[in-house]
DNA sequence: GTGAAAGCGCTAACAT
DNA sequence: ATGTTAGCGCTTTCAC
């Protein structure tokens, strides 16, 4: 079925279809009803190449998930508390608003092209990219895109830096210096004084982010920040578990640590469990994220509550006003996080 | 940039860049390579839209979840312990093999005519649906539409009744029938003789064959089917908590309950727990899926693992093999479980 | 208010 | 082996 048949039926020219389809002003309710009757009797649906050929636009995201998981573990980007909730909401407010949406997962920088591919075959009219680490490539493709873009959890400043002016471009972060902070702030309330801390990636964002924003409050609180309590983990759960069984080892042990994300916090937890190294009890634990895990585990985990969801709509309606032009050049937004206090931290022993 | 400024740029026609992009084997190494040569150096890719409407296909796959979850809950999808992998490993597998996914969320079966739209805009070359309930909404669209289609969880003979002969078609369930005998067969091994259910949803396919199943490994094991602990809990975290609390006001408890997913399995820990019913001293629970909570709660969750990530994987091949021709009419898949032996399940006290 | 006709960028049948 | 040409189904100027 297409457009000249129904026009056929009804008794128009293919123009007059069209014209009813794009909900012109210049046709009479009169013409309309007729040309909607057959449109519906029939189900007939444009062909979305055409119309796109023709000048329209996809009405169709796309949205990119960089993933540094293991390709082979089947729950790496659900694990990844970040990716599940927000690419729900991505899906929902995106089909809410009208919009299609296309999902890829990156592995690689080297797979960046993807993005650029996507865009030059004209499959989506914008992109919303989440988890991308600092590197060559993806600044490459970000230099010389011409499409709106969003991106979540990246500097804004590197971005101006990097990005045309003109640019229709969203940076979407949570406050992750106010999240830190309130870890910091919290352990410490709590009589906490040897503090450890389990980093995330430098290469990305959050992870710097929350890394100096760690070093800044522990100073605010005249704490010493002891090399011994540092560890490395990458926000991957295997790099946790090396790291604490480390420290462990070393027989000096923090009575409280605070991990950039709940899956390093979960593994520390199991792995101090594991030793006869109780938690809270021995050592407080706070992660990062409240991933669905958090609550489920127990102890049940203290954690900063990044709220996923709404980031995702924001993505959406920022690329949304993109697309409709209501917004040109670079946007940047901040959502705001919470404390969840639950089990795992309580007073200095 | 497109085809006819390659060609211009090359010293060819249209025609043979075509040929090239699309891997005719009458054209020269010379040829091609000097083609080749242009379109890399200004990254072409050819316009989607106009080869789809040239008669190429989309290379697209769409994905639409059926979720009967409430649409408040960021979680609702993740939480499902289905979907998250599920998805997962269809862009995965999608993605290695060429195609572009599409998802879409479906939270009514008033919604299913987006399936059919997504087809009749030629949006997608193929389908896969998952978490479809039995209605009259989808077997009308199943039974009309004419492109490849994969459901995952439907009972195969209402599918060979609805859809015409030459429908290319395939559905993939796991095997529900043995998951639910092994339940039954762990706890009365574990010596329990008063096992209660937490019913799914009967109009899901999966929810329907384990309650079958379960009624009938019970009689076969010469066991008796108490209608105290028989609770609805519709798949869903409230519903089961709200039928658990009514159980323990009445009274009677039985030894053991096997929940129909892993959801309503943690729920009802929970609801004992904070009852004062000990799990799994008092009372040990079997539950359903093995989703990504399973392994992480106290005491961890026995339970039947569900090979999301092959079904997810079966499913694109299936597709794909029909996109191809090379497969056609319909076929079912069923793909094997395995009881996961945790800490909730012990011996009857 | 409505129709005729051009054109979007590509593929494929045909011609050479 | 390669170029020419006719569509694919729609939108959109331009006439009337």
């Known amino acids: 079925m297409k457009s000249e048949e129904i026009a056929k039926l009804a008794g128009v020219s293919r123009s007059t279809v069209s014209r009813v389809i794009n909900n012109y002003s210049n046709v009479p309710e009169k013409t309309r009803e007729k040309v909607m009757k057959v449109i519906r009797e029939y189900n007939f649906e444009p062909n979305t190449s055409a119309r796109v050929l023709a000048g329209k636009g996809t009405d169709t995201l796309g949205l990119f998930l960089f993933s540094i998981y293991d390709k082979k573990n089947p729950y790496r980007v659900y694990g990844n508390s ?111 004084t040897r503090i450890g801390f389990i980093e995330g990636r430098d290469s990305t964002y959050s992870g710097y982010v929350r890394k100096e924003a760690f070093k800044r409050r522990m100073a605010y609180h005249g704490l010493p920040l002891n090399a011994n309590y540092w560890l490395k983990g990458e926000f991957v759960k295997t790099k946790a578990e090396a790291a604490v069984k480390k420290l462990i080892k070393s027989g000096d042990l923090p009575t409280a640590m605070i991990a950039c994300n709940d899956e390093m916090a979960l593994a520390a937890m199991d792995t101090f469990k594991n030793h006869g190294i109780r938690v809270p009890e021995d050592i407080s634990i706070m992660g990062y994220d409240d991933s669905p895990i958090a609550s489920v585990t127990r102890p049940s985990l203290s954690t900063v509550r990044i709220p996923f969801y709404n980031m995702a709509q924001k993505a959406v309606e920022a690329l949304s006003d993109m697309l409709e032009k209501k917004a040109t050049g670079l946007r940047h937004y901040q959502l705001d996080v919470e404390l969840i206090q639950r089990e795992s931290c309580i007073k200095r022993p």
Chains 1, 2 share one sequence.
Request: glycine fraction near 8%; include cysteine.
């Open 82 to 192: 970040y990716f599940g909730p927000f690419l729900e909401a991505v899906i929902d407010v995106g089909n809410y608003k009208g919009y299609y949406v296309m999902v890829h997962t990156i592995y690689n920088p080297s797979e960046c092209w993807r993005i650029r591919q996507t865009f030059s075959q004209r499959r989506i009219d914008g992109g919303i990219v989440i988890g991308t680490e600092r590197n060559q490539e993806i600044q490459s493709i970000l230099a010389e895109l011409n499409h709106p873009l969003v991106i979540v959890d990246y500097d804004p400043e590197e971005i101006k830096a990097i990005m045309p002016k003109d640019a229709k471009i969203a940076v979407i972060n949570s406050n992750d210096v106010k999240g830190m902070e309130s870890c910091v702030d919290e352990l410490v309330a709590l009589g906490h």
